[in-house]
């Protein structure tokens, strides 16, 4: 099982890139919770999430998205979820939450997206 | 596969071990006949069920075992998951309203949604007076 690991990083304009590694459950959300928190505290309200190698989310990990959405989109900001894999994709489908939530492929367009 | 295959583990109530019941519940669905396609939402079905005794059943810092039963044939996935907690009975959770939920950005609460979407038939019964027990069944199509 791929180890559980969140990278932040400044892109251009303004927009922080957090990439979160492994699962994402009831045990690891805490930890991803706070990292997200601390980009948010720090006055950052245009975020690309790359979700590229989740390999799992449960609700505990897609509430910390839910959790956020609105004080960014009230900040002037969003959240772009970034290539997440067949399986992540799948449960926010399965929580309706793919209507809510801003899908991209690339870092270009996740980026542009949010300009 | 022919016949009935079973299978059962024993967790305490901490959320380290949900990685450890995920790996058990998937390597069951492969042995299974469900799709493969079925194999991320039933550990998911399973993952929030448990979460929900770790986080629910216990008061904090006591230590309780959950036990994951499955049973599989040619017609049914059944996973029966008990636990000596609380009582908590998920049939009476009524089904979240998501917009509501997205609007007042609230993170919890999704997991019984999601066991309904996911399975087939979630029943709970209070076995025996001691014991909580959830049953999940998807049907093999």
């Avoid at chain 1, 839910?66 to 004080?71: E, G, M, Q, V, Y």
């Avoid at chain 2, 059944?78 to 959770?93: A, H, L, Q, W, Y």
Wanted: zero cysteines; a negative charge.
């Amino acid at each position: 099982m791929p180890a559980f690991e969140i990278r932040t990083e400044p892109l251009q304009n303004g927009i922080t890139l957090i990439t979160v590694r492994g699962f994402l459950d009831a045990h690891t959300y805490e930890q991803f919770e706070k990292a997200f928190d601390t980009v948010i505290e720090a006055g950052t309200y245009k975020i690309v999430v790359d979700l590229s190698a989740l390999d799992y989310i449960s609700s505990a990990g897609a509430g910390v998205f839910i959790s956020a959405l609105d004080k960014l989109r009230d900040n002037d900001g969003n959240v772009v979820l970034m290539k997440p894999t067949v399986n992540v994709r799948e449960v926010f489908d399965l929580l309706g939450l793919s209507q809510i939530f801003t899908f991209k492929n690339t870092r270009e367009e996740a980026v542009r997206a949010l300009q | 596969m022919g016949g009935t295959l079973k299978d059962r583990i024993v967790v305490t109530n901490d959320t380290k071990f949900l990685a450890v019941v995920r790996e058990f519940i998937a390597r069951l669905v492969l042995q299974s006949r469900l799709s493969r396609d079925d194999e991320n939402k039933i550990i998911l079905a399973v993952d929030e069920a448990v979460t929900n005794i770790i986080e629910h059943g216990y008061d904090d810092g006591v230590e309780g075992s959950i036990e994951i039963e499955v049973e599989t044939d040619e017609a049914h996935f059944k996973v029966m998951i008990r636990d000596t907690g609380r009582v908590f009975n998920p049939e009476s959770i009524p089904t979240p309203d998501l917009t509501d939920h997205v609007k007042l950005g609230k993170k919890k609460g999704l997991g019984i949604f999601l066991m309904r979407q996911i399975m087939d038939e979630v029943r709970y019964r209070f076995k025996d007076g001691v014991k909580n027990e959830l049953t999940l069944v998807k049907y093999v199509r």
